[in-house]
């Protein structure tokens, strides 16, 4: 069974901390896809990040960076110097190929002025 | 481009009524698919269009939904009767014909659905 945890629900940080968002998943297969979403206040979902099972390398977005760690089955991710307009909900979810998306509940960020 | 669409953005409706919810993929996008998210839980996958077809309906939750795409372009979810745990954040999500799980999905903002 395919399942994506997102252990925290809600963080609250200051402006200019940096924050990392925890994802932890379960899958039995080899090849799957992971996948960051932000859910701003608007509502729609915006595609962050995708990354494959068999690529592990770190990536840097400007202040967004992912941790892909097959061996701790976690995608984490990080905001550098956050912002207040990084206030959103953040969806963290994983794909096997073939199949359709599991969604972890989300962490509700909230970046204080 | 434009980006996908819903409407309405929020339904009240009493339980017993039908709700219809729209969805306008982006254009020339074969893949449509519905999420739902209840009571700040997980997004849950309820079914997948390519085009017309219904290529997976398997999140569907039993026969009180109906989702239709006929064209292959916008797509209506009909709530008949709504019930109580209807209630929830309905999402709609296309993306262009690929190999799954390599083409990217793109998210409407959602139907807020409130069943009293």
């Known amino acids: 069974a395919q399942k994506v945890t997102q252990a925290q629900t809600e963080i609250s940080v200051v402006e200019k901390e940096d924050v990392t968002l925890d994802c932890v998943y379960e899958?039995?297969?080899?090849?799957?896809?992971l996948f960051w979403y932000k859910q701003p206040p608007s509502g729609e979902l915006v595609f962050l990040i995708r990354?494959?099972?068999?690529?592990?390398q770190n990536e840097i977005s400007g202040r967004y960076s992912w941790n892909f760690q097959k061996s701790t089955s976690s995608f984490n991710f990080t905001i550098t110097a956050s912002q207040v307009v990084d206030s959103a909900v953040y969806f963290c979810?994983?794909?096997?190929?073939?199949?359709?998306?599991?969604f972890g509940p989300g962490t509700r960020l909230s970046v204080l002025p | 481009e434009a980006g996908v669409t819903q409407f309405p953005s929020h339904s009240v409706i009493e339980k017993g009524q039908t709700v219809t919810l729209r969805c306008d993929p982006i254009?020339?996008?074969?893949?449509l698919y519905w999420y739902r998210r209840v009571m700040g839980k997980e997004i849950k996958f309820l079914l997948h269009?390519?085009?017309?077809?219904?290529?997976?309906e398997s999140g569907m939750p039993n026969n009180r939904f109906l989702a239709e795409r006929t064209g292959g372009t916008y797509s209506t979810l009909k709530v008949q009767p709504a019930e109580l745990e209807d209630s929830g954040v309905y999402f709609c999500?296309?993306?262009?014909?690929?190999?799954?799980?390599?083409?990217?999905?793109?998210f409407g903002p959602g139907t807020r659905l409130l069943v009293l």
């Open positions: 999500a296309s993306s262009r014909a690929g190999l799954a799980g390599l083409e990217t999905q793109y």
């Open positions: 899958t039995r297969d080899t090849t799957y896809y």
């Open positions: 990354r494959n099972s068999f690529d592990e």
């Open positions: 979810a994983l794909r096997n190929y073939g199949q359709n998306f599991v």
């Open positions: 254009s020339g996008h074969d893949n």
């Open positions: 269009f390519v085009k017309e077809s219904k290529q997976d």
